[in-house]
């Protein structure tokens, strides 16, 4: 069984055409001519004219369907490496019909003709800059009388769960490690999709002496079995900066339990059964829930810093957002930006319904929710804010008390300025709020966007900063530091 590489970059042999260099074989997708030379995937650009590659198929997706502006499509997705780099290469509609049945996992293809272009970082877990769509002109060749020995399964860039700090969120990692915790099934519901969705959490550990979450989902999820704490291999595990670092893997992702051809797994399990087991391992998560303060609708409390206020980088590495229920927290932030694009709608004016109406051009508003028509409607705020202190920012929603409170009008007021289209002044009022500092009082809850994780902050209360209160607590946080300062801080600040 060939081995998969972790290896940097190698020049790979030039291989003979084999039966298809001038032949007319029957396979759907083969060409009429002679292949042009082979060329290792890494040394491929958008400005070469004539290519083709010989690789194997590591990865295999699903045939995906979508539906936009009422038209319907589908995909599928297949990644390609050979000894000198991987590629993702993306079939749609009628390539689908064509290619899907054809290639299969392991195989090894030549393939020629596709479109090469720019990876799109969101979708693409490989390392290369280009990826490849497959069009009508392609031609997909099973390599089937070669030696194929020399092409590995999968190229691995093993990053150690100790140094998941240093990558971005939203980018694709490969990991390995050993699963230490296994937890249950649960089953949430999309919000997009109104689909339910199981998922399992696992903790993932290696001899970075570090713990980290990996979330599994569906069929992997529910037939995922960690009681025997096995090795994992996850090629394109998605970073996310939930619990300061965590995983998930994703439709692009590849889960391997227990490789037997993976040598960092099988040195990690022999770790893990002679010493990493016994281990204290230090997690991403900085524990903060519970630390003091005050929550409504038995949501969780989250203490601070300066006598409960918090600072944006704890928030961000304190998995605040993660519970069942909502977290609460207060902080000290200065509005930096104010988006001004739809931070207003029309609703309905039926007390207690605050439902976007639809203007039906004849004088009438129409609310779907009440399924009644009014001659008027009320203009209510949802107004989108980055806040920030001198240790990060963050996005918080911002609703009707508290979008007037910050830009210090009432809607009904933005709202005539928006029907005179008065954006001079519309204009000035963004820019005077803009740089004024607030006492915020923030709720914090993931919800699930496209199947995605997403951390959502709303504004629940927001109240002018007491500049002497803030001074005093400034004052205690530095005294309560000073027995860790040396000596010549603590007499310059004392």
């Given at each position: 069984?060939?081995?998969?590489?972790?290896?940097?970059?190698?020049?790979?042999?030039?291989?003979?055409?084999?039966?298809?260099?001038?032949?007319?074989?029957?396979?759907?997708?083969?060409?009429?001519?002679?292949?042009?030379?082979?060329?290792?995937?890494?040394?491929?650009?958008?400005?070469?004219?004539?290519?083709?590659?010989?690789?194997?198929?590591?990865?295999?997706?699903?045939?995906?369907?979508w539906?936009?502006?009422?038209?319907?499509?589908?995909?599928?997705?297949?990644?390609?490496v050979?000894?000198?780099?991987?590629?993702r290469?993306?079939?749609?509609?009628?390539?689908?019909?064509?290619?899907?049945?054809?290639i299969?996992?392991?195989?090894?293809?030549?393939?020629?003709?596709?479109?090469?272009?720019?990876?799109?970082?969101?979708?693409?877990?490989?390392?290369n800059?280009?990826?490849?769509?497959?069009?009508?002109?392609?031609?997909?060749?099973p390599?089937?009388?070669?030696?194929?020995?020399?092409?590995?399964?999968?190229?691995?860039?093993?990053?150690?769960?100790?140094?998941?700090?240093?990558?971005?969120?939203?980018?694709?990692?490969d990991?390995?490690?050993?699963?230490?915790e296994?937890?249950?099934?649960?089953?949430?519901?999309?919000?997009?999709?109104?689909?339910?969705?199981?998922?399992?959490?696992?903790?993932?550990v290696?001899?970075?002496?570090?713990?980290?979450?990996?979330?599994?989902?569906?069929?992997?999820?529910?037939?995922?079995?960690?009681?025997?704490?096995p090795?994992?291999?996850?090629k394109?595990?998605?970073?996310?900066?939930?619990?300061g670092?965590?995983?998930?893997?994703?439709?692009?992702?590849?889960?391997?339990?227990?490789?037997?051809?993976?040598?960092?797994?099988?040195r990690?399990?022999?770790?893990?059964?002679?010493?990493?087991?016994?281990?204290?391992?230090?997690?991403?998560?900085?524990?903060?829930?519970?630390?003091?303060?005050?929550?409504?609708?038995g949501?969780?409390?989250?203490?601070g810093?300066?006598?409960?206020?918090?600072?944006t980088?704890?928030?961000?590495?304190?998995?605040?957002?993660?519970?069942?229920?909502?977290?609460?927290?207060?902080?000290?932030?200065?509005l930096?930006?104010?988006?001004?694009?739809?931070?207003?709608?029309?609703?309905?004016?039926?007390?207690?319904?605050?439902?976007?109406?639809?203007?039906?051009?004849?004088?009438?508003?129409?609310?779907?929710?009440?399924?009644?028509e009014?001659?008027?409607?009320?203009?209510?705020?949802?107004?989108?804010?980055?806040?920030?202190?001198?240790?990060?920012?963050?996005?918080?929603?911002c609703?009707?008390?508290?979008?007037e409170?910050?830009?210090?009008?009432?809607?009904?007021?933005?709202?005539?300025?928006?029907?005179?289209?008065?954006?001079?002044?519309?204009?000035?009022?963004?820019?005077?709020?803009?740089?004024n500092?607030?006492?915020?009082?923030?709720?914090?809850?993931?919800?699930?966007?496209?199947?995605?994780?997403r951390?959502?902050?709303?504004?629940?209360?927001?109240?002018p900063?007491?500049?002497?209160?803030?001074?005093?607590?400034?004052?205690?946080a530095i005294?309560?530091?000073?027995?860790?300062?040396?000596?010549e801080?603590?007499?310059?600040?004392?």
């Amino acid at each position: 069984m060939p081995k998969p590489s972790t290896d940097g970059l190698k020049t790979p042999p030039k291989p003979s055409l084999g039966p298809f260099a001038g032949g007319q074989p029957s396979t759907p997708g083969t060409p009429n001519s002679g292949l042009p030379r082979v060329f290792p995937i890494q040394g491929l650009n958008p400005y070469q004219n004539r290519w083709t590659v010989r690789a194997r198929v590591a990865q295999k997706s699903a045939i995906r369907t979508w539906s936009k502006q009422g038209r319907d499509g589908k995909l599928f997705s297949f990644v390609l490496v050979d000894e000198s780099g991987e590629i993702r290469v993306t079939a749609f509609n009628a390539e689908v019909d064509r290619f899907f049945d054809m290639i299969e996992v392991n195989k090894v293809y030549y393939l020629t003709r596709a479109n090469l272009k720019a990876a799109k970082e969101q979708f693409n877990t490989t390392k290369n800059d280009y990826e490849m769509t497959l069009n009508a002109d392609s031609q997909v060749i099973p390599c089937e009388d070669e030696d194929t020995s020399s092409l590995p399964e999968m190229h691995f860039n093993f990053v150690p769960i100790g140094k998941l700090d240093a990558c971005e969120p939203n980018t694709f990692v490969d990991i390995v490690g050993v699963v230490h915790e296994t937890g249950d099934v649960q089953t949430i519901m999309a919000k997009a999709s109104q689909r339910e969705l199981r998922k399992r959490e696992l903790s993932i550990v290696d001899n970075s002496n570090c713990v980290v979450r990996l979330t599994l989902w569906g069929d992997e999820a529910a037939n995922f079995d960690g009681s025997q704490h096995p090795s994992i291999v996850v090629k394109g595990a998605k970073v996310s900066d939930f619990n300061g670092r965590s995983l998930s893997v994703s439709t692009t992702s590849s889960v391997l339990l227990a490789p037997t051809n993976v040598p960092e797994a099988i040195r990690l399990k022999g770790w893990y059964e002679h010493e990493g087991r016994y281990g204290n391992f230090e997690t991403y998560r900085s524990d903060m829930i519970g630390a003091g303060g005050t929550a409504t609708d038995g949501a969780n409390a989250v203490g601070g810093c300066l006598g409960g206020w918090h600072l944006t980088q704890d928030l961000k590495a304190s998995g605040v957002g993660t519970n069942v229920k909502a977290d609460f927290f207060s902080c000290k932030g200065t509005l930096v930006f104010l988006k001004k694009e739809n931070f207003m709608y029309q609703a309905c004016p039926t007390e207690g319904c605050n439902k976007k109406v639809i203007d039906l051009g004849n004088g009438l508003y129409r609310c779907e929710k009440c399924s009644r028509e009014t001659p008027n409607c009320k203009w209510r705020l949802l107004l989108m804010a980055k806040v920030a202190d001198m240790t990060g920012d963050m996005w918080v929603t911002c609703f009707q008390d508290s979008a007037e409170m910050l830009l210090s009008e009432t809607a009904d007021n933005l709202g005539a300025l928006k029907e005179s289209q008065d954006e001079t002044q519309l204009e000035r009022v963004f820019l005077n709020s803009v740089f004024n500092s607030w006492l915020f009082r923030l709720r914090a809850k993931v919800d699930r966007y496209n199947d995605e994780e997403r951390l959502r902050v709303v504004v629940a209360d927001v109240k002018p900063l007491d500049h002497v209160d803030y001074a005093r607590r400034l004052a205690k946080a530095i005294s309560d530091l000073a027995p860790t300062l040396p000596e010549e801080v603590t007499e310059f600040t004392s």
